[in-house]
């Protein structure tokens, strides 16, 4: 066998068998037809772009490529069936990183329950991970277009993290809470399904709460006004960035959820019982864009949004 | 907008919009439920390993990669559906060329109806695309394994071409019909849906069919005797690389089709009917591996195989 088909051969062995009529290994995955509608999304992370291979483990990398994915299905109330891995790997990657990226991914899979189907080898000079997933709605999709003027606006967990985790590595350190939290997102995928019963709109907040409220409402045709104060922020983000830049930080992977006034106890009782960290941050109004004010009243200025696209340089 | 975004817009206006309940711009496209099974294939084209910025235009490059997803559809006898996009793209990389790219693209998507559901950008060193598509089965999935010893081996077009076109573009040629196969390949759709009537196996050559013809009958636990002199080649192929360097020569994009004696009528008559080009070029015996014989029966020793894992330097 050449070296590309016992890599992959290697890189599956590390993932329970995909319960599907044709696995990986023909020219496509054969997949049983869905009973509900598909929700499907693509993601990519690249070296030197979202991730260094000094600061990232390769278990990191395999966990984090699939964690965006996952994010992308939490935010529709999506259940991850199944996914599909295209990996770009510099001819000198060594087998056990292979091996550690695999288990990586192989283990935040595993957790949700999400099947590898099919995958794709080639030699690149930087290593890349490129995934697209599926998952199956039980009910209507948690778009970015059906918040309405009076809903509530909420946010899972605390923001600002993953950018102070990412601060800290760019600084050297690489231990930490924050760390673990730039390193090891963790896709809301429960929360997704539970809230696709009572919210109107949701997205995950990828490229920071300012840049991604902002395509809710515009998404939406609406405004939202939000409550600056109640952002919930780790001690160590509060002391380091402050709410303006936990506003302005990327890669939170927290969902951000439009919920109409009439559903927000039920929303609230059934996250409460779930374990769900979620905080009101605010309220849809009639309008366009979205405005911050702190607990005076006083609008604040809009901080600079957060886009992989601009060069960023971790290390 | 940010630069990613406009990026997607500029890139996204160029392809029909998709028929489908959400479609690119929110986390996830939604997809209605499939009727029938999927089949799901990833594949990547990466600069200086699949091509050269040099050697392909943009529009040759979009081309390529939606081609090599849609040979897999057309190996497994399923009608396109949704594709989704994620590019790559260096800094610098000119916004005419992703014009010119995704004019290529979207002509081929729009020649074999398959929708642009979803994508994903990224700034990168070198340039790739990686698409993930999707198919439905009407019938049975033709997979690598249904071969039986009986069954007749056919392949489509013919072979090498697409190999003498690289050495082509090597050697600073830029035209003629093998450079056209190398940038440009057809995938057998209307082939591999045809043959999904009449075939027990099927794979597309992708890797040389040496390489390819040995997966079937792994797959299969069959044997192949190759009938050598039936290769179908062209004149410059013929003359330039042998049957010999058209058995080793990878990026043929033909399928590759095994046929019960009993329906080889039928499926000769079909193919005419349909105007699809294909070969007789051996049969399936007990056994494992495959040979190669000369007109004389003669056995000839097998070519080495094309692996794109293994370095590549185009030019």
């Not at 963790?186 to 709460?209: M, N, Q, Y």
Request: with cysteine; charged share 25%; net charge positive.
């Amino acid at each position: 066998m050449s070296g590309e088909f016992d890599f992959i051969r290697r890189f599956l062995a590390h993932f329970p068998a995909a319960r599907v009529p044709v696995g990986p290994g023909d020219d496509c995955a054969v997949l049983p037809p869905s009973r509900g509608a598909q929700c499907v999304t693509t993601d990519a992370v690249v070296e030197d772009v979202h991730f260094t291979r000094a600061a990232f483990s390769p278990a990191d990398i395999g966990h984090k490529a699939l964690a965006v994915n996952l994010s992308d299905l939490a935010s529709m109330g999506a259940t991850p069936r199944w996914f599909v891995c295209a990996l770009a790997l510099p001819k000198d990657y060594p087998l056990r990183e292979l091996t550690g990226l695999a288990r990586g991914m192989a283990a935040l899979a595993t957790a949700h329950r999400i099947a590898l189907v099919g995958g794709n080898f080639t030699s690149a000079r930087e290593l890349s991970v490129t995934i697209t997933a599926a998952g199956e709605l039980s009910r209507a999709p948690l778009t970015r277009a059906g918040a309405r003027p009076g809903d509530l606006l909420y946010v899972s967990g605390t923001l600002g993290d993953a950018r102070l985790g990412l601060e800290h590595l760019r600084a050297g350190l690489r231990r930490g809470a924050a760390v673990r939290r730039q390193r090891r997102p963790e896709p809301r995928v429960a929360l997704g399904l539970l809230a696709s019963r009572h919210a109107s709109a949701a997205l995950d907040v990828s490229d920071g709460l300012a840049q991604d409220l902002g395509h809710l409402c515009t998404a939406s045709g609406v405004r939202a006004e939000l409550e600056v104060e109640r952002l919930p922020l780790s001690a160590a983000v509060r002391k380091a960035l402050g709410p303006e830049g936990a506003l302005a930080g990327g890669e939170d992977y927290e969902l951000l959820l439009a919920v109409p006034p009439g559903r927000s106890r039920a929303f609230e009782r059934a996250c409460a019982t779930g374990g769900h960290a979620i905080t009101r941050i605010g309220h849809f109004t009639e309008g366009r864009g979205w405005v911050g004010r702190d607990r005076t009243g006083r609008v604040l200025p809009p901080p600079e949004g957060f886009d992989h696209f601009r060069p960023r340089a971790m290390d």
